[in-house]
């Protein structure tokens, strides 16, 4: 009798934990949440747009060319002429930034490591703003104070165009003083754009 009672009582216990076969599993729920919302969904949600404000700001392009120039870059099998489209130097809040298309008219353009402060520089950290009102030379912003803060800019690593090929490029920059409308912008091999408008 003892064995018996022992028995319905494991029995039952084991039944409770959804152990025994044929008898429904416990659970809290979790796996069974993701077929009802596929479900619930309405037949016509492809047909909805959810994401209207996104179609409207645009991502960050480049607009009209508000400076050009023409330079020869290079030197050896890795030279070229290229032209440099400045398309944009936007103020928002305490930063600007510049953003330029390089175009390959001839040869071959390195945009690998041609924009850098060193050889090894992949990026455009080479590229400064300079004030001559204040006298005051704007360097690109770093994502810290470290000698290792990356700067806040294009990578560039692997980019040798070719003729007819372009890259677009940005680099972000402290903001001059709120009176100042125009800058000079310096890039390596490239020169100087003087008188460049902040928008």
Request: with cysteine; net charge positive.
């Amino acid at each position: 009798m003892r064995k018996t009672i022992v028995l319905a009582v494991a029995a039952a216990a084991l039944a409770g934990c959804g152990v025994l076969p044929g008898v429904p599993q416990g659970g809290g729920g979790e796996e069974r949440q993701s077929r009802p919302v596929s479900e619930s969904a309405p037949a016509s949600a492809p047909e909805r747009q959810p994401e209207p404000p996104a179609q409207k700001s645009a991502p960050p392009q480049q607009g009209a060319v508000i400076a050009t120039k023409q330079a020869k870059v290079g030197a050896g099998d890795m030279y070229g002429e290229a032209r440099v489209d400045l398309t944009g130097l936007k103020r928002q809040g305490r930063t600007v930034t510049l953003t330029w298309v390089v175009t390959a008219l001839d040869g071959k353009v390195n945009v690998h490591n041609g924009f850098g402060t060193a050889p090894l520089d992949f990026t455009v950290s080479g590229v400064a703003l300079i004030d001559p009102v204040n006298a005051k030379r704007y360097r690109v912003a770093r994502n810290g104070t470290g000698a290792d803060a990356a700067c806040v800019c294009s990578d560039t690593q692997g980019q040798f165009l070719g003729k007819g090929e372009a890259s677009t490029l940005y680099a972000v920059f402290a903001a001059p003083p709120a009176d100042v409308s125009t800058i000079n912008v310096e890039m390596p091999r490239i020169g100087v754009f003087t008188d460049v408008p902040i928008s």
